[in-house]
């Protein structure tokens, strides 16, 4: 069974930091699509970045452009997400996703989640 784990989620000021790993068991991440998505309260779960298998293409929100970037170690099975400059509207809980499609950016292309972690920030 594949299990993903978020990790680095916190408070944070605006304008301040913060990396977010994802680790995998179960199942390499090799050969997969992996995605970061993220949810507000009371919003709906959007999409945030998403990079292919080998790590050759990425895509982000046009939100995050410029301030996040996606990136994975499938040596060590992780996925990374370094977020700069964040804002108050990056408050949300962030999940890491794993698919079948190289690029993930919608919720039904996501075969496996993870339980989350939250990310605050504040002003």
């Known amino acids: 069974q594949v299990q993903l784990v978020e990790s680095g989620g916190g408070l944070v000021q605006a304008g301040g930091s913060l990396r977010l790993s994802c680790t995998a068991s179960?199942?390499?991440?090799?050969?997969?699509?992996l995605g970061w998505f993220r949810q507000a309260p009371g919003k709906e779960r959007e999409f945030v970045a998403a990079i292919s298998p080998i790590g050759s293409m990425t895509q982000y929100a046009d939100s995050v452009k410029g301030r996040f970037t996606v990136s994975r170690d499938n040596t060590n099975n992780t996925l990374y997400l370094q977020m700069n400059r964040l804002m108050r509207d990056d408050t949300a809980v962030y999940f890491c996703a794993q698919s079948f499609y190289p690029l993930p950016e919608k919720l039904k292309q996501v075969d496996y989640w993870g339980q989350g972690t939250q990310v605050t920030v504040s002003s």
């Open positions: 179960g199942r390499t991440f090799t050969g997969y699509g």
